[in-house]
T-cell receptor
Framework: NAGVMQNPRHLVRRRGQEARLRCSPM?????VYWYRQLPEEGLKFMVY????????ESGMPKERFSAEFPKEGPSILRIQQVVRGDSAAYFC?????????????FGEGSWLTVV | GDSVTQMEGPVTLSEEAFLTINCTYT??????LFWYVQYPGEGLQLLLK?????DKGSNKGFEATYRKETTSFHLEKGSVQVSDSAVYFC???????????FGRGTSLIVHP
């Protein structure tokens, strides 16, 4: 499968635990985006990364959330000390290069439920 | 800043009816425009795109024309099927930007 791969697809965490969501971009893609989709709402941009570099994190909450895209391995979105309001679908997308107007391609999403 | 406004859903149609989902935008420069579709429990799939004024994107019977004068990119299909039931998102990327801005999505329900 050459598409954007996200795992886990579904994750349940208790309040206060940590959630780690992984994303492997499409083959040949060097840029990754993370979006959050809350129930009955649209997609909200969180962060835009290339390998070893955060390009734009203007949509990331200031606390508890972090993202990385290391030289080797998938991109990781990490949520520390989760709260009920973090329950959402988290989508990763990738694009081939840092070029304005590029089409981005989405993964299937990771559904986080905080109990 | 950039923004995308879509018509509120759900849009409920009978099979073979004509579909229009309105999308208007506010952006700097000359944006690229996109429609994505999301089926239940899945991620977003690119449906069609247009990169300059008067371009028409089309795919799977869906069409949308980039109208600069009305800042619109309405999605149309002549005859919908039950399998078209999904949420449709309009999106843009401004000239010089790398980050798509999405509308809130419009749910389409097609009855047999």
């Amino acid at each position: 499968n050459a598409g954007v791969m996200q795992n886990p697809r579904h994750l349940v965490r208790r309040r206060g635990q940590e959630a780690r969501l992984r994303c492997s971009p499409m083959k040949g893609h060097s840029h990754v985006y993370w979006y959050r989709q809350l129930p009955e709402e649209g997609l909200k941009f969180m962060v835009y990364l290339q390998k070893e570099n955060i390009i734009d994190e203007s949509g990331m909450p200031k606390e508890r959330f972090s993202a990385e895209f290391p030289k080797e391995g998938p991109s990781i979105l990490r949520i520390q000390q989760v709260v009920r309001g973090d329950s959402a679908a988290y989508f990763c997308a990738s694009s081939p290069q840092d070029r304005s107007g590029n089409t981005i391609y989405f993964g299937e999403g990771s559904w986080l439920t905080v109990v | 800043g950039d923004s995308v406004t879509q018509m509120e859903g759900p849009v409920t149609l009978s099979e073979e009816a004509f579909l229009t989902i309105n999308c208007t935008y506010t952006a700097t420069g000359y944006p690229s425009l996109f429609w994505y579709v999301q089926y239940p429990g899945e991620g977003l799939q690119l449906l069609l795109k247009a990169t300059k004024a008067d371009d028409k994107g089309s795919n799977k019977g869906f069409e949308a024309t980039y109208r600069k004068e009305t800042t619109s990119f309405h999605l149309e299909k002549g005859s919908v099927q039950v399998s078209d039931s999904a949420v449709y998102f309009c999106a843009l990327v401004s000239g010089g930007s790398y980050i798509p801005t999405f509308g809130r999505g419009t749910s389409l329900i097609v009855h047999p």
